[in-house]
C-alpha cells in the first residue's frame, strides 16, 4: 500500500488501529495518550568500552560480543501521562504515595527525602509528556506486566544489552552520535542544560535508529541484576548475573555529567530505591507483527540466526524477565525494518499482580533522616587550637600528641595541642596520638600555602558546583593519617554504628552530628582540639600539590593503586591505608568512604580568593568529600563535592578529623 508516495505498515495491536503512513502505526487509547515503539534489529555488538576511553569505569569491561534479537522499543522514556493510565486502570499506588515521601535534590543541591514527593509531584515542575520519575524498579515491573496482561504481547524492561545495543544505534564511540561531550547539548538532557530537572521526551536529537534520550533526562532502569563486572564470552540474548542486591541503571539523568551519559556507562541501585531522576522505558517481544522484510540497518553485524536476512516467519526469541524466562512469539509475516514506529493501547482497566511495593531505599545510604527545624548547631567548634604557642615547631621535629586522660578543660574554654618545639615541622611529618590501650591516631602534618580550588570546565566527570575555580590559602595544619576507624570511634564514644564491621576499618553509617560528636568528646577527654576539616583544607589534602584529577594524575586507572571504589572494593569497606599515600602521606582520600567536612554546602563556590575560608553561613546541608567504596572514578575525584542532611547517616559515609590550623573559627 501506499499513500502520498509512502509505504505503510500495519502492526496488529488489538484494539482500534490509526494507520501512520510515515512507517507507523497508532493505536487510539482514549484521551490522546498512545506509546509508540520503534524496531531495533536483530544484529551483534561490542558491549561496553575500552581501557582508552575518557570516562571509563571498570564495572564497563571486558569489552565482549553480545548477539540479541530483533525487538521492539519505547521511542520515548515512558511519560508521566502514559504511567498515569497504568495507575488508574490497575487502581495502583507507588509506595512514595502510601509513604508520603520520596528522595529528591533540595534547594542546597542535596539529597534528601523530602515529603509529598511521588510522580505526581516530582519535586519541579512536570506535564504530560515528561518521563516519569520517583518509580523505582519494582514498580516499572508492574508497569510492564500490567501491559502485558492488557494487551497479551510481552512487555518488559530492556536488558541491560539490549539497552547499550539500542543506545549505540550500531555507534562504537562514547555516545551514539561521537566521542566529544560538546555533542550532548544536541542529543540529552544532563548538568550543563537542564536546569536542575527533567524536560519534555522527544525535544533533543534521536539516535540513528529514532530512539530519543537515551542519553541523559532520567537514568533508566533496566531488568539485570548489576554485577561489577561483566562476563567476558561471547553471549546470545544475555539476562545479567543471576543474583545480586541491585538493579542496573542506564543512561544518565538531567543532573548527570557527561561521563555517565556515555552509552557504556552503568550503575546499580536498590530496586525499591525511587528518586527524582529515575524513570524507565519499555521493550515489546514481536508478537503477531507483520511487516515487510527488510536488511540490518547500518553499521550493524548480521545476526548468525539470519544470515543478513532478518529471522524467519514464526521463529522464537526467548528474552529474559528479571530472572524468568518468558517466550514470545516474532510471528506475522516478516519483520519490520528498522526503526519502524508501532503503537501499543495503555487503555483498559485490568489489575495489577497482588503484592504491595517494597519500601523505599534510598540508595541504601540512609538509616535516619532529619527533615525539620533549622540549621544545625555548630557542636564542638569553639576550641581553639594553639600549635606551639608564637611559633612553628622546628622543622624535622617529631611530635607527640597524648590523647590518653589529662585534666579536663572548662567547658568553652580553648584547648591548647601542644605539637612540640618552636618552628615548622616537614611536610608529611607524622605525630602520634596515644589513645590509650594500645590504640594510636596519626596525624600528618600539611604545609602552610595556596592552591587553585576546583576543577577547570575542561575536566572530565566535572559537575557545576566544582566552580568557580579559586585560589585558596591556608595556615598549615595537622590532619588525620587515616580515616577514623571503629576502634577508634568506640574508645571515644563507646559504641560502632558501622555495617561493615572491622576494626581497622573506617567508621561509617555516622552523621555529620556524630562525627563533630566526636571531635567534641576527643577534645574534652584529652584536653586537645579536634574538629572536622574545612572543605578547603580537605581539597588542599587531598590534592597535595598537583592540579590533576586525582592526586596523582588523569586517568581512571590508577585509582585501583590508590582507593577503594566501585571498581575493586565488592562494596564494602577495607582496612584503611592497605592503598598508595599521596605525596603528603595521606590514605584513602580518594574513596572507601565519603568524610565529612565541616562546611555547609553551596551550590558554587564564591569566585574571590580567600584565607583560610569556612563556607557560607547558612543553609541545611554539610559537605561531603573524596566518594565512598560503591562510586564511580568520577565521584572520587580531588574536586568533586556532595552535600548531604547534617542527621543522615550512610553505609559509606565516615570522616577523618584535623588539630589545629587557625587561631580562631
Known amino acids: 500500500m501506499a499513500e502520498n508516495g509512502l509505504s505503510v505498515r500495519e502492526i496488529e495491536f488489538p484494539d482500534a488501529l490509526i494507520v501512520d503512513p510515515r512507517n507507523a502505526a497508532a493505536a487510539d487509547l482514549g484521551g490522546g495518550v498512545k506509546m509508540e515503539l520503534v524496531w531495533v534489529p536483530?544484529?551483534?555488538?561490542?558491549?561496553?568500552?575500552?581501557?582508552?576511553?575518557?570516562?571509563?569505569?571498570?564495572?564497563?569491561?571486558?569489552?565482549?560480543?553480545?548477539?540479541?534479537?530483533?525487538?521492539?522499543?519505547?521511542?520515548?522514556?515512558?511519560?508521566?501521562?502514559?504511567?498515569?493510565?497504568?495507575v488508574e486502570a490497575a487502581s495502583y499506588q507507588t509506595e512514595a504515595e502510601k509513604k508520603g515521601e520520596s528522595c529528591g535534590l533540595n534547594s542546597s543541591g542535596c539529597w534528601e527525602v523530602q515529603s509529598g514527593l511521588s510522580w505526581r509531584n516530582a519535586g519541579f515542575p512536570q506535564e504530560d509528556n515528561h518521563p516519569v520519575v520517583h518509580v523505582n524498579w519494582n514498580e516499572a515491573k508492574s508497569f510492564c506486566d500490567w501491559l502485558s496482561r492488557k494487551e497479551g504481547k510481552e512487555f518488559r524492561l530492556p536488558t541491560e544489552a539490549e539497552w547499550e545495543y539500542a543506545c549505540r544505534a550500531g555507534s562504537a564511540t562514547r555516545f551514539c552520535f561521537g566521542d566529544s561531550d560538546g555533542g550532548m547539548h544536541q542529543y540529552g538532557w544532563f548538568s550543563a542544560n537542564s536546569g536542575g530537572k527533567t524536560h519534555p521526551v522527544g525535544e533533543k536529537k534521536a539516535n540513528e535508529w529514532g530512539l530519543y534520550d537515551m542519553h541523559g533526562n532520567v537514568w533508566e532502569w533496566c531488568g539485570d541484576l548489576y554485577a561489577d563486572k561483566y562476563e567476558a564470552a561471547a553471549a546470545k540474548n544475555p539476562q545479567g548475573v543471576s543474583s545480586g542486591p541491585h538493579r542496573v541503571l542506564r543512561g544518565g539523568g538531567a543532573y548527570s555529567g557527561p561521563q555517565a551519559c556515555r552509552s557504556a556507562y552503568r550503575t546499580g541501585a536498590d530496586p525499591t530505591g525511587a528518586y527524582d531522576n529515575r524513570g524507565f522505558r519499555v521493550v515489546c517481544e514481536g508478537e503477531n507483527i507483520s511487516i515487510?522484510?527488510?536488511?540490518?540497518?547500518?553499521?550493524?553485524?548480521?545476526?548468525?540466526?539470519?544470515?543478513?536476512?532478518?529471522?524467519?516467519?514464526?521463529?522464537?526469541?526467548?528474552?529474559?524477565?528479571?530472572?524468568?524466562?518468558?517466550?514470545?512469539?516474532?510471528?506475522?509475516?516478516?519483520?519490520?525494518?528498522t526503526g519502524e514506529v508501532a503503537t501499543a493501547d495503555l487503555g483498559g482497566a485490568e489489575q495489577p499482580q497482588t503484592g504491595e511495593a517494597p519500601t523505599v531505599d534510598l540508595g541504601g545510604e540512609v538509616a535516619t533522616a532529619d527533615l525539620g527545624g533549622g540549621e544545625q548547631p555548630q557542636t564542638g567548634e569553639a576550641a581553639t587550637p594553639d600549635l606551639g604557642g608564637a611559633g612553628q615547631p622546628q622543622t624535622g621535629e617529631v611530635a607527640t600528641a597524648d590523647l590518653g586522660g589529662g585534666e579536663q578543660p572548662q567547658t568553652g574554654e580553648a584547648a591548647t595541642t601542644d605539637l612540640g618545639g618552636a618552628g615548622q615541622p616537614q611536610t608529611g611529618e607524622v605525630a602520634t596520638a596515644d589513645l590509650g590501650g594500645g590504640l594510636k591516631m596519626d596525624l600528618v602534618w600539611l604545609p602552610t600555602g595556596s592552591f587553585l580550588m576546583g576543577s577547570p570546565d575542561s575536566e572530565s566527570g566535572r559537575t557545576d558546583d566544582e566552580g568557580p575555580v579559586h585560589t585558596v590559602e591556608l595556615d598549615g595544619f595537622w590532619m588525620g593519617k587515616h580515616e577514623v576507624t571503629q576502634e577508634q570511634y568506640e574508645a571515644v564514644m563507646g559504641k560502632n554504628p558501622s555495617k561493615f564491621k572491622g576494626a581497622k576499618n573506617p567508621v561509617e553509617q555516622v552523621s555529620w552530628n556524630d562525627a563533630v560528636d566526636f571531635c567534641r568528646n576527643a577534645s574534652q577527654k584529652t584536653g586537645k582540639a579536634f574538629r572536622l576539616p574545612t572543605e578547603a583544607e580537605w581539597e588542599y589534602a587531598c590534592r597535595a600539590g598537583s592540579t590533576t584529577r586525582f592526586c596523582f594524575g588523569d586517568s581512571d586507572s590508577g585509582l585501583g593503586e590508590y582507593a577503594w571504589y566501585n571498581g575493586n572494593s565488592g562494596k564494602t569497606t577495607h582496612p584503611v591505608g592497605e592503598k598508595k599515600a599521596n605525596e603528603w602521606g595521606l590514605h584513602d582520600m580518594h574513596g572507601n568512604v565519603w568524610e565529612w567536612c565541616a562546611d555547609l554546602y553551596p551550590g558554587k563556590y564564591e569566585a574571590a580568593p580567600a584565607k583560610n575560608p569556612q563556607g557560607p553561613s547558612s543553609g541545611p546541608c554539610r559537605v561531603l568529600r573524596g566518594g565512598g567504596g560503591s562510586n564511580a572514578p568520577q565521584f572520587c575525584r580531588s574536586a568533586t563535592r556532595d552535600g548531604g542532611s547534617p542527621s543522615r547517616t550512610g553505609i559509606s559515609r565516615g570522616f577523618r578529623v584535623v588539630c589545629g590550623g587557625f587561631s580562631s573559627r
Not at 561496553?48 to 570516562?55: A, C, I, L, N
Not at 560480543?65 to 522499543?73: A, H, I, K, N
Request: hydrophobic share 25%.
Open 292 to 337: 515487510p522484510p527488510s536488511s540490518p540497518a547500518p553499521n550493524v553485524i548480521p545476526s548468525s540466526s539470519g544470515g543478513a536476512e532478518q529471522p524467519q516467519t514464526g521463529e522464537v526469541a526467548t528474552a529474559g524477565l528479571g530472572g524468568e524466562v518468558a517466550t514470545a512469539d516474532l510471528g506475522g509475516a516478516e519483520q519490520p525494518k
Open 42 to 86: 536483530a544484529g551483534s555488538f561490542q558491549i561496553g568500552s575500552p581501557d582508552s576511553e575518557s570516562g571509563r569505569t571498570d564495572d564497563e569491561g571486558p569489552v565482549h560480543t553480545v548477539e540479541l534479537d530483533g525487538y521492539w522499543m519505547g521511542k520515548y522514556e515512558v511519560t508521566v501521562s502514559q504511567f498515569r493510565r497504568f
